[in-house]
């Protein structure tokens, strides 16, 4: 399993909401660029970075910075947020991103996660952003009538090989993992999945290695200093 430390941007300033709820941010660093530096000290695997501003607005309202960020470390970086045409896709990618993120156009266009998984493969994941199960669109704003297993098969279907997982309800909360809905994705597809929200500690990267699921995301216990990121990064390579 893999460590994605997490950088939220709103306004070009790193950030980290609760819940999902774009009133409740905190600013956590004097800058973004200087966050993915001290990740790439800590020797991570991987970088994921959001526009939140961006999966408001369905536009890249924080790319150049994201780019630039992403050309000045050796991580390869993962963006999401305000990724809605195969324009936005073509645009991260050809300037330092590794892999993006659909996750507002893959509710409602498959066609296009079709198109981008076609031309770009691997280099393609897909948000499973989920509320009482249900996944939700822009920046959290939107609800649908799409089950989240249901979800995650289409997206399996379709040739995506990555979805991230989060549970909303335990994003930026520190209490934990929704283990239960993560194993009953774990048993539903056969594609990497990373989970994201609510890691706190050691024992929670732990129990998410025993899933044996792809990657871990975490943002909010770094910037709370709940979990030391080297630590992480270190138990996730024993074995």
């Known amino acids: ?97 590794s892999r993006v993120i659909l996750g507002t156009a893959a509710m409602h266009d498959e066609e296009l996660v079709k198109s981008a998984v076609n031309r770009y493969g691997e280099k393609i994941a897909v948000g499973l952003d989920c509320k009482n199960g249900y996944v939700q669109g822009s920046g959290w704003l939107e609800d649908s009538q799409l089950y989240y297993l249901d979800f995650a098969k289409k997206m399996e279907s379709l040739g995506v090989q990555t979805i991230i997982f989060t549970d909303i309800q335990t994003d930026g909360t520190l209490q934990g993992p929704n283990l239960d809905m993560l194993k009953q994705l774990k048993e539903a597809v056969s594609i990497q999945i990373t989970a994201s929200g609510g890691i706190r500690d050691l024992s929670h990267i732990r129990a998410l290695k025993e899933l044996n699921i792809y990657g871990a995301i975490v943002g909010k216990s770094i910037y709370a200093h709940t979990l030391d990121l080297n630590e992480a990064i270190a138990l996730c390579k024993e074995g």
């Open 1 to 97: 399993m893999i460590v994605l430390p997490a950088i939220d941007i709103i306004d070009q300033k790193p950030v980290r909401l609760y819940q999902g709820d774009y009133g409740k941010k905190e600013i956590v660093g004097e800058s973004v660029a200087e966050i993915a530096k001290m990740f790439e000290q800590a020797h991570a695997d991987y970088i994921h970075m959001v526009d939140l501003d961006g999966a408001k607005t369905g536009k890249k309202e924080n790319a150049a910075l994201i780019c630039k960020t992403a050309q000045s470390v050796r991580v390869p970086v993962e963006v999401g947020g305000g990724i809605r045409t195969m324009d936005d896709i073509s645009f991260y990618l050809e300037r330092g991103v």
